[in-house]
């Protein structure tokens, strides 16, 4: 979900929401509202204030792009077709937003820009970084994807090498596109409760984003 909020939201309201849902799944978007410029058949535009639903469409939109995968951060994405956010915030605001979990934009002309994307869930880092929550979800499609062939073909003792070997490929594959940036421990194992099952096993590290560098100079009289 990724969720604008009506105009007239305040930040105690749209805080206290974010609290309650701590979803790893749920993305709330502020401000509360948007300019958006439309023109005309005769090339007359006229900016109306819209709310944050428009946000939400717009950066649904952005991350949808085919031009990025999963694991492009959402932190510093520019969406295009708003002039400017219906409401200015100062740095302490858009802080006392983002410690809740709530995805903060800010004006950038003529841009708007996600100054931090966050979901709900801020618990730690593989739980807040949308990127983290898109990359398993892209491993466990994929994966899905490269062992159906093996649904339905007789379990005999090559099988999970067989197995072992396909998910190993897609996973140098995802490293080399990216997508993560390594994985262990891949294994594949007869269920001890069904022998028609299956059980495969594998750890893989996502491809974080960049979102902060710290600076530490050193004052000298001489060097």
């Known amino acids: 979900t990724i969720l ?9 309201t749209v805080t206290t929401l974010a609290t309650k849902t ?12 948007v300019v958006l410029p439309i023109t005309n058949g005769v090339g007359e535009t006229t900016e109306y204030f819209v709310d944050g639903v428009y946000l939400a469409a717009g950066l649904a939109g952005n991350r949808c792009s085919p031009n990025r995968d999963v694991a492009t951060p959402w932190t510093g994405a520019q969406l295009v077709g708003f002039t400017q956010l219906g409401k200015n915030m100062d740095a302490v605001e858009m802080n006392q937003l983002a410690v809740k979990g709530i995805t903060v934009f800010k004006t950038q002309a003529p841009f708007v820009k996600i100054r931090h994307g966050l979901t ?34 007789k379990f005999l003792p090559g099988i999970l090498s067989q ?5 190993s490929k897609m996973m140098a594959g995802m490293v080399k596109a990216q997508v993560i940036s390594s994985y262990t421990g891949i294994s594949a194992s007869v269920s001890n409760d069904d022998p028609t099952v299956a059980e495969v096993e594998a750890y893989f590290q996502p ?12 004052l000298r009289s001489s060097l």
């Open 4 to 12: 604008g909020m009506a105009a007239g939201t305040d930040i105690s």
């Open 22 to 33: 701590s979803n790893t799944r749920f993305r709330i978007v502020y401000p509360d509202s």
């Open 120 to 153: 709900t869930d801020m618990t730690n880092v593989l739980t807040k970084t949308p990127t983290v929550i898109q990359i398993a979800d892209e491993v466990h499609y994929n994966a899905r994807a490269v062992l159906e062939r093996f649904i339905g073909v």
């Open 163 to 167: 197995v072992e070997g396909r998910l």
């Open 207 to 218: 491809v974080f984003p960049l979102l902060y560098i710290v600076m530490t100079f050193h």
